[in-house]
């Protein structure tokens, strides 16, 4: 855990005055906890926040400390100025801002307390925040109505989610976010009026007397950004807020509003540059200040490559917006500003698609710099604080071309720590053919060497030819490499069956249920099943005895992904590989919901997944009423249709949510497929058969269509995963070709493989369900299946891919979850894509799919 440097705000005599009190003071996290030995508190009920700032935390501890020693309650406060920082900062959650002093007290004491407070802080100045009602104006005290302790219900994912319980007791969510929800069960402590109905605060808000503003483009700690309208000229605006106090540093001196000055004065300096917004006003409203500008596009770039596709076509041009990126960066630069945050996220694209550069907080105007970056688009050197250059710039505008001819985000991690080494280079390299001629600027552009980014740029604007691109050979997977790149991943896998085992879960991806395959421990658990080391194996014991405890206080959800059956599945493994008794009476009761009352049909939460674990289940454990489950989940599905379904209503290839809902692996008719084959394979239920086999002609007779749309320019790249597109949807169709030796099955499913590899270069993430390691299983599965080798060298080009994708360094590569940060469970994160790299180093079956069941009748 991250040390909070700073000044401590726990002083000496503070914890002394606590102590004398008969206190208990600890210290965890950013966080100082003061609790008052044998309160009894209810475990939800309005809870009471003091804002503060940096340079104000301290004293304001000091002023209220008397009032909360006096009152039986139980409060927490920053541990340092510097915690106190991050919390104002604009890389926290909106909910968090502000939130200096945290009291939770009986119902009986909280309103005197919070009054008394209040009185006690008049004048004193803080963030405010946003999640939280206002006592009164002149003082820092907020309130809301929220959870005292941790109380997690199971959200539609099967994660946790913060929850309360209203007067039914029903669950409501919990956690604070960027507005004020108050209970609508309950009356304002304060007003005794019932909450106002639902909606209101969401009506289009006037800014300024002028500015109408419907919604927000984004919400941040610091202030939002909004799309409106000028009603003085009827003109599209963008509306930038920035909350006083916020993003502040740890002296006071300057907080997001210098910023947002900041940037109007460099508009205003940039105000006859085209491609760069014009100031329409500038205004205080409170202690907030808002900046308004032109509205210059409806999307940014980031958005318009994720929707649209990559610029690798002759319609979107990458060198067409690489000229005038870069000659929009000359103009700025000719008027003495730099940039210091060109990233597609701050690229705004006309409808003819011309670019425009807005947000300019971080921009030099005349030698004057501002201490910030863009992870993997700003330069190491702009990281590190060095004096702001011209050619920090550039470095940026190639790592957006990086992103606009690939869809892939530059690595982070990697150039904190040493500058790019080849690994532009070689994903440009990744896409053969498909690369644009501009795009062999990116490495010069990216350089560590100024100079080489200087004469990139200048190759680029006169169109010269650009060095070659190859790739940089120690992001090429070998034979000989390959049992490191494992140990890399299994040493990873490891830490994060420890961090399960502390409670350390949680991730930026959200607080992800401890206990199932998707992101928990049934998923990391079984990967360390399979490796034969005794600390992983060790590890894998914990987790499965770990996990059986758990499940004794919490159910989750029937699901197999996201929920019980999955679970069981992993208890049920380990009992076996350890031979652990107490594991398999754990399975038992586990996984026993009834089909009837299970309402979705998919492999990752409904009746096709849970029947695929009843039959697991039943070949593990011999238990006859597994078998009886699974046969239930086949009749529902049965009775459903779902190939009738597709034949009366076929789906829009085009769009990726029909796709993905309706003939993906994970919730469309593939994951269903899939378990009535195996049914019909373990069992000869021809029901089950039947309706597979119908599943199958309508899946194939989608498959060119597919593979169509697939190939198109502005396809998404997740078109091929396992979860939503052709990655899932092929293996469906390459085991039943096995099984039921019908080789059109097998040739469609070798036809997606083949377009599979060709899209994965532009796949974002390295992970089972949505990434590389889902594409590499799949080339393994068709590799073993069909004996073309080529498909196995196709998997070692994807752990390249992989590779490439990773942080760290070739040799030491950290592998990064959905949210591009180390970890993660098994769809999502590290130990999914230890099970692709151990299956290409070791060999061996593919786990979670049943595929011992289909083995028997091939």
């Not at 502000?98 to 963030?127: H, Q, S, W």
């Not at 991806?509 to 060790?538: F, H, I, K």
């Not at 049920?572 to 350890?578: G, N, S, Y």
């Amino acid at each position: 855990m991250r040390e909070h440097t700073g000044t401590r705000t726990c002083t000496v005599g503070i914890r002394e005055r606590a102590v004398e009190a008969g206190r208990v003071v600890s210290d965890y996290g950013p966080w100082t906890d003061v609790a008052l030995p044998g309160l009894d508190l209810p475990p939800q009920g309005w809870k009471i926040h003091v804002s503060a700032r940096p340079v104000t935390l301290l004293s304001t501890v000091e002023r209220v400390l008397p009032l909360l020693l006096r009152t039986p309650c139980r409060f927490k406060f920053a541990r340092t100025t510097e915690a106190m920082r991050e919390l104002n900062s604009h890389h926290n959650r909106p909910g968090a801002v502000g939130k200096g002093v945290t009291v939770y007290t009986r119902p009986d004491d909280f309103a005197g307390l919070a009054e008394k407070l209040a009185a006690e802080l008049v004048g004193v100045e803080g963030p405010g925040i946003p999640s939280d009602r206002r006592l009164r104006p002149d003082a820092p005290v907020y309130y809301r109505y929220a959870p005292f302790a941790g109380v997690y219900g199971i959200d539609g994912n099967g994660d946790f989610q913060l929850v309360l319980h209203d007067a039914e007791g029903r669950e409501r969510p919990g956690a604070a976010d960027g507005r004020y929800q108050p209970p609508d069960w309950l009356p304002d402590p304060f007003t005794g009026q019932p909450p106002s109905p639902g909606g209101s605060d969401r009506e289009p808000v006037l800014l300024g007397g002028r500015f109408l503003v419907p919604g927000a483009i984004a919400h941040t700690a610091v202030g939002g950004v909004y799309r409106g309208s000028d009603r003085e000229s009827g003109a599209g605006v963008v509306v930038k807020e920035r909350r006083a106090y916020t993003g502040e540093d740890l002296d006071g001196s300057r907080d997001a509003r210098h910023r947002l000055r900041g940037e109007a004065a460099v508009l205003r300096r940039l105000e006859d540059v085209a491609g760069v917004p014009r100031v329409v006003d500038h205004f205080r409203h409170g202690a907030d200040e808002f900046l308004v500008t032109t509205d210059v596009g409806p999307r940014d770039l980031r958005t318009d490559v994720a929707e649209n596709g990559t610029y690798t076509t002759p319609e979107r041009d990458l060198e067409r917006l690489g000229r005038d990126l870069l000659g929009l960066l000359d103009a700025v630069h000719g008027r003495g500003v730099l940039v210091r945050d060109l990233a597609p996220k701050n690229i705004v694209l006309a409808d003819d698609g011309a670019p425009s550069l807005v947000d300019f907080e971080i921009s030099s105007l005349d030698g004057d710099q501002v201490h910030g970056w863009t992870p993997g688009y700003s330069s190491p050197a702009q990281e590190r604080g060095e004096p702001a250059c011209e050619e920090d710039d550039l470095y940026s505008l190639g790592a957006t071309l990086l992103y606009a001819a690939t869809g892939t985000e530059p690595a982070a991690r990697s150039t904190r720590a040493v500058p790019d080494d080849g690994r532009a280079r070689t994903l440009l390299a990744s896409l053969g053919d498909g690369v644009p001629p501009c795009a062999r600027a990116v490495p010069g552009l990216m350089s560590p060497d100024p100079a080489e980014r200087r004469a990139a740029a200048d190759l680029l604007r006169r169109g010269g030819d650009h060095p070659p691109l190859r790739a940089e050979p120690r992001y090429t997977v070998t034979p000989h490499s390959l049992p490191a790149l494992v140990a890399s991943a299994l040493e990873q896998t490891r830490g994060v069956a420890r961090d399960l085992l502390s409670g350390r879960g949680g991730s930026p991806g959200g607080r992800p249920s401890p206990t199932n395959l998707y992101r928990g421990a049934a998923g990391v658990g079984t990967e360390l099943l399979r490796q034969g080391d005794a600390e992983s194996r060790g590890l894998a014991r914990a987790l499965a005895h770990w996990t059986a405890g758990f499940l004794t206080l919490r159910r989750s959800l029937p699901g197999l992904q996201d929920g019980e059956a999955g679970t069981a599945l992993f208890l049920a493994a380990a009992a076996r590989e350890l031979d652990e008794p107490t594991l398999a009476d754990a399975v038992r009761p586990l996984a026993r919901t009834a089909p009837e009352s299970v309402p979705e049909t998919d492999y990752s939460s409904g009746l096709a997944g849970i029947g695929l674990a009843q039959l697991q289940l039943w070949r593990l454990c011999g238990d006859g009423s597994r078998l009886d489950l699974a046969q239930g989940c086949a009749e529902r599905l049965v009775a459903s249709a779902p190939a009738e379904g597709l034949r009366a209503c076929p789906p829009d290839l085009r769009d990726h949510e029909e796709v993905t809902t309706r003939l993906g692996f994970a919730h469309g008719v593939a994951g269903v497929a899939h378990f009535l084959l195996c049914l019909e394979a373990a069992t000869g239920d021809t029901a089950a058969g039947a309706e597979a086999a119908a599943c199958l002609e309508v899946l194939a007779g989608f498959v060119p269509g597919l593979v169509s749309a697939a190939s198109a320019p502005e396809a998404r790249p997740m078109a091929a995963s396992f979860c939503q597109g052709l990655t899932g949807i092929g293996g469906v169709l390459l085991r039943a070709g096995s099984v039921r030796g019908e080789p059109r099955y097998t040739g469609l499913a070798e036809t997606t493989a083949s377009h599979c590899r060709a899209l994965a270069p532009k796949m974002q993430v390295a992970c089972q369900c949505c990434g590389l390691a889902g594409v590499g299983e799949f080339l393994l599965d068709t590799a073993g299946l069909t004996g073309g080798a080529a498909y196995r060298d196709a998997a070692v080009d994807v752990a390249g891919l992989v590779l490439v994708r990773s942080a760290g360094t070739p040799e030491a590569p950290v592998f990064l979850d959905h949210t591009r940060e180390p970890g993660g469970g098994w769809a999502t994160g590290v130990s999914g894509v230890l099970s692709f790299l151990r299956r290409l180093d070791r060999g061996g079956p593919r786990d979670w799919l049943g595929d011992e069941l289909l083995a028997a009748r091939r």
